[in-house]
């Protein structure tokens, strides 16, 4: 329903399948499509949490570190290159917030058509989670319906501000995945609570274009705030284009050992100031001092979160 209004396409019901939450869908494709010890690439930095969902199906991760100019699909080409059997894509990602734009992803999947023992998986958890100023989103989903090794994972966690909530689906129209995604489906079905639930939620609230919308606009608000408030303290940032978050610099106030004293920020900041924010590290950025700082909150607690922030910026120059 909410796909249909997203994309003009028709996607015929037997080409999705589900799974409980997206985390559950990344580990079955691995587990499907690769073998125990098929690498897996995907652009640093990265989701922490993709390194134990493919863990668990035996898969490694290899980190690439790319710059931005470097096209998408010859990133991807030489990883093919260099052994991996797959390639992930995390549109819009976390954490950079960077929206991957429709020609990257055309290009990207035409030339991964003509590999077909080469998966590329999108995973699309924060597709209506961009903002109204910024790039438009392009799902890979027609692309999915296109070709056998394009598969388009999405969840319901954040997109619908249900986080915890597991329901994850993916999107493919290859043979072998819905035959083994038929075959584990008792072992990987939802429960029939979690669809019910979700059902009520889409059809008796009306939830749809017009929740994206308002979500959409809410977001552009509260991370615009971020933004003005980083600002004023004189912080610099990456300028996201969608998701919850904002990569924030705090290099300057590195120290001898960086990698020990990235974590003495986040400490500090999180008992002295009552500010919560992940470390650079837990990403993968290969340079310290960068922070993901989420403000996906009221105007109150954003100012308040940035004021605090501010405070210990503003003791941190003293103590230089
Ligand atoms: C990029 C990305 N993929 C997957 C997940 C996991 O989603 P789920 O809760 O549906 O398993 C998250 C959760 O934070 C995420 O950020």
New binding site residues.
Partial sequence: MFLSEETPLEIPIENIFFAP????VLETLAKICLNEGDTIAIEAPY?F?FEGDFKRAGNPLEPLYYKDSVPLYLKAKRAFEDGAKCFLV?NPR?PTGYVYTKFEIEALCAWASTIPEFFIIF?E?YANSCYTNQKRFFSAIKMSLKYDNVFVVR?F??DFGLSGF?L?MCISRSEKIKAKFNYWRDIIQPKNSVFAVFDFILQKTNFGKKIFEENKSILTQATNLAMKCLDEIGLPYMVPEGGVFIMVDFRKFLEKNPRENEYTIWLSLLYEYGVAIGTGKLFKFLEEGWFRVCPVYDEFTIKEGFRRIGLFVNRKKFSL
């Fill in positions: 939450g997206a985390t559950n989701y949490n995390n976390n995973d958890l969840g966690a954040k597991k994850g």
